[in-house]
């Protein structure tokens, strides 16, 4: 069954690099979204994109964060000087909206931590 | 800003037991989620839910949505342990998915 991956499963970098979260979403999926979950707290949305450009983002996506599909079939999030807030989970999704659905879903995500 | 809002945040309950966890939303909305996540996992999409009064079924879940209340209800039948896990709503308004703050149910033997 087709999934959604990512990579790395845990990232440690420190207050101030860059990271990049990369993802590779479902092959005919057309829409990718960003979400990142604080430890033990809800998930929150940080943009969609479709079409090779950004659909909505959150007031967390400022420009210290930016998304890219380099190649086709990567979906990738960076941060370009990370914070020790930006610690969480970060999960990628994938959806195709087949039937109006817009079912997503969800890669097994990374764990960011920024020391 | 839509707010998503589910009660209760905790819950504790008995097998075979019923139970409904309740999502509450603050403006109209185009799709509504459940999805179910297991400490340390990612999301497992459970249903998604599009117009007024649907109702799906998996099990021993079943999803409602009251679209003029603004109200999706996620109903538990005699639960079984195996349904221990945190259980978000999602309301999706254009391409942006604003998560509730998820009920971690605990499901006694």
């Known amino acids: 069954e087709p999934e959604v991956t990512q990579t790395p499963s845990h990232q440690v970098t420190q207050m101030g690099q860059e990271v990049i979260l990369r993802c590779v979403p479902i092959?005919?999926?057309?829409?990718f979204y960003w979400y990142r979950q604080i430890l033990g707290q809800k998930v929150e949305f940080l943009v969609s994109f479709y079409n090779n450009e950004i659909s909505e983002k959150s007031e967390i996506f400022d420009d210290q964060f930016s998304v890219e599909r380099p190649d086709g079939s990567n979906f990738t999030l960076k941060i370009r000087s990370t914070k020790l807030e930006d610690s969480a989970m970060y999960f990628c999704?994938?959806?195709?909206?087949?039937?109006?659905?817009?079912?997503?879903?969800f890669g097994p995500g990374t764990r960011l931590t920024v020391l | 800003e839509l707010k998503v809002e589910q009660n209760p945040l905790f819950l504790s309950m008995q097998e075979g037991k019923n139970y409904t966890i309740y999502c509450n939303y603050s403006t109209t909305s185009d799709r509504l989620y459940w999805y179910r996540q297991d400490p340390g996992k990612s999301l497992e999409s459970l249903f998604v839910?599009?117009?007024?009064?649907a109702v799906k079924q998996e099990g021993r879940l079943m999803a409602s949505l009251d679209t003029k209340a603004r109200l999706s209800t996620l109903h538990i039948t005699a639960a079984v342990h195996d349904l221990s896990a945190t259980y978000f709503c999602?309301?999706?308004?254009?391409?942006?998915?604003?998560f509730g703050t998820g009920t971690k149910l605990q499901v006694i033997p």
């Open positions: 092959s005919n999926h057309l829409y």
């Open positions: 999602a309301v999706e308004l254009g391409q942006k998915v604003t």
């Open positions: 839910l599009l117009s007024n009064g």
């Open positions: 999704a994938s959806s195709d909206v087949a039937g109006g659905i817009n079912e997503q879903f």
